[in-house]
């Protein structure tokens, strides 16, 4: 399973990039938002990947954060929702996006998406909305960073960390992680903390761990 790959860009499609590692090209998939991110061709780039097995398909898709490859491999458990509908999904949202309106509930957020209709979009906010809390507490870490140098390697990274490792995915990434912590210390279920912290950071998008967990507490007092 190719889980990483570092290498440059030799070209760039609609869709998709052409990765040269080490003389060997890779076509990767991305999300838009994802492709708008990257650097032009000849710029060195790492993405982790998913790789699509079938009896006559093998597609590689690639990620910025690990945090978002675990959305996409979430979003295709669900009836429905195909790899190009997955990226869709993120390409809207963005992999924060996606974690908020899941634990908020929020199916015409999902539905903004291109291709996904409203019973889709409530299978996915019914079917992962129990996720949502793993993914947003997976905190900040690194995102897939580009190699230093002309040398170029592909990594084949154990599985994906279910609470520990991720990019951070906005701004306040890790302050959503800290604060989701905070919470759980607290008592509050998953669940509910998720859905507060979500609201919080989606009330106030710069605001650091204090001010998420003051907001989230008083979002969550009526129900004490």
Not at 27 to 34: D, G, K, L, N, W
Not at 100 to 110: E, K, V
Not at 183 to 189: A, I, P, V, W
Request: charged fraction near 20%; charge should be negative; proline fraction near 6%.
């Amino acid at each position: 399973m190719i889980g990483k790959l570092s290498g440059r860009i030799d070209y760039r499609g609609d869709d998709h990039v052409l990765i040269d590692v080490r003389g060997v090209g890779y076509v990767v998939y991305c999300s838009e938002r994802t492709l708008a991110a990257l650097p032009g061709p000849g710029e060195a780039v790492a993405l982790y990947t998913d790789l699509m097995v079938r009896e006559d398909l093998l597609q590689l898709y690639g990620f910025t954060s690990l945090v978002e490859k675990e959305w996409h491999r979430l979003l295709l458990t669900v009836q429905g929702v195909g790899a190009k509908a997955a990226l869709a999904i993120q390409g809207t949202l963005g992999p924060e996006g996606v974690s908020r309106a899941i634990a908020l509930g929020d199916w015409n957020a999902i539905k903004a998406a291109k291709g996904i209709g409203p019973k889709t979009a409530q299978r996915v906010v019914n079917e992962l909305k129990d996720k949502a809390p793993t993914i947003m507490a997976m905190g900040a870490a690194r995102p897939a960073a580009a190699p230093a140098d002309s040398g170029a390697e592909v990594i084949e990274p154990v599985a994906s960390p279910t609470m520990s490792a991720a990019p951070p995915v906005a701004d306040n990434g890790n302050a959503q992680a800290e604060a989701l912590s905070a919470l759980g210390n607290l008592g509050y279920g998953p669940g509910e903390a998720a859905s507060a912290v979500a609201q919080a950071a989606g009330d106030a998008p710069e605001a650091d761990t204090a001010a998420l967990i003051r907001a989230a507490l008083k979002l969550l007092a009526p129900a004490q």
